[in-house]
């Protein structure tokens, strides 16, 4: 770090969130450090998976169905103007059980938000798509401009646009800042000191380490696991546009087609145990592969013998009802935290950014629902 230098802001983490979040400021004129401990969407990071989800639908929720739109704008504006392909517009398929008033809220919140869907009973969705097996299923929407993002690889690309704005970059891992009023200097592993007027942790499931008393209970990073099933040779019914992504909740599952040839993606969304990003071991388990080749032989039967070609483990960084924690440190006034991202954060990285910018720069109105204060310390998701 250049000796004496201050900085208007220096992010921590360089996961969707911070990365986006020092794209912005730099945007705006900041002078921005970004750090992280490992690199842009490391293997350990949340951020770090293939593909994530981008949808609208949110429920009732519309705050998070804005923060999608908004978001999806800006990936799209971002990979336009840097000719990047990181978004497939696959579709996303909502699938409703005997319970179907997520389904119905999520509808008529889209329709509020002028969002785009096509409404199906099960047998138009046996007719779209005979390669999946809808039993249980009572009926569908499907979101047409949704899709997935190519996650590491889109964070690599905003971290390094970041950098072509003036951001700087380091490897540096920070340790935790202490202060009672404000934080002057923020000192790192190696004995560097970073000076910034002001600072983000956009530490992801690590929150709760590098804050351990304030956050440590309050940030419940889940052990999730993912797989890819091989498709057919020369079969394209697993594949954009044939199949869609989609999500179930009341089997508490979500896939994906065939994306760059990387095979079906499939993936339980229940929380996992609890684990610390460092250390935790990336190998999916045995008991668990079994339990989702089960699943896909059941809902794909094409597929009853395709083999597991990738696995990924990754950790979800829940907060205690699934809200953003996008809030001042109570002690010390230029100490932003930001993170909690919860299993559904992707997607909203450039509106996250965007609301972190205007937070630091004193505009606009905060969101109550981010704050410090209504984060709990036990956990009752409400947030999907
Ligand atoms: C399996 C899985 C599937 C998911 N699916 C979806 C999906 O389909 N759609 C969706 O929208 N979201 C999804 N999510 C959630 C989403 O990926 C996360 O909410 C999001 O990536 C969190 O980003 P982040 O920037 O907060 O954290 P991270 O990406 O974890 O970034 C935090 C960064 O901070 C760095 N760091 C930590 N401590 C320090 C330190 N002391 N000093 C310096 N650097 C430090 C780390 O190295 C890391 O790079 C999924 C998550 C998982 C695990």
Known sequence: MAAGKTFDVAVIGSGVFG??????????????????????????????????????GYGSDELYTRFSQRSL?????????TGQKFFHKTGVLWLAGADDSRVRQSMATLKHCAVAFEEMETPELARRYPQVSFERVTRGFL??????????????????????KGVEFRIAKA?????????????????ET??????????????????????????????????????????????????????????????????????LKIALDHHGERVDPDVQQRIVTIEEARVVSDYVAK??????????????????????????????HPEMENVWLVGGGSGHGFKHGPAVGEYVADRLMNKGAAEPRFSLKTKETVQHRTVF
């Open 299 to 328: 809902r794909f039967p094409a597929l009853g013998n395709a083999p597991i070609v990738e696995t990924r483990v990754c950790q979800y960084e829940n907060t205690s009802n699934g809200d953003f924690l996008i809030d001042r």
């Open 19 to 56: 990365a986006w979040s020092a794209w912005h400021l730099a945007q705006r004129g900041q002078r921005v450090v970004l750090l992280d401990a490992y690199g842009p969407s490391n293997a350990r990071a949340s951020s770090g998976g293939e593909s994530r989800i981008i949808r609208m």
């Open 175 to 191: 340790e935790t800042p202490r202060g009672s009023e404000g934080l002057a200097a923020l000192k790192c592993s190696s004995g």
């Open 73 to 81: 704008q800006q990936w799209k504006e971002f990979f336009a103007a």
């Open 194 to 263: 970073v000076v910034a007027r002001q600072f983000v942790f956009a530490c992801g499931p690590w929150l709760g380490k590098v804050f351990s008393e304030l956050l440590g209970q309050r940030i419940f990073p889940s052990r999730q696991e993912v797989f890819f099933f091989g498709v057919p040779a020369g079969d394209a019914r697993f594949s954009p546009p044939a199949l869609p992504t989609w999500l179930f909740q009341e089997d508490e599952y979500y896939g994906m087609p065939d994306i760059e040839g990387r095979g």
């Open 143 to 164: 979101e047409p401009e949704s899709g997935v993002l190519m996650a590491r690889r889109a964070v690599a690309a905003v971290a390094e646009d970041a950098v072509k």
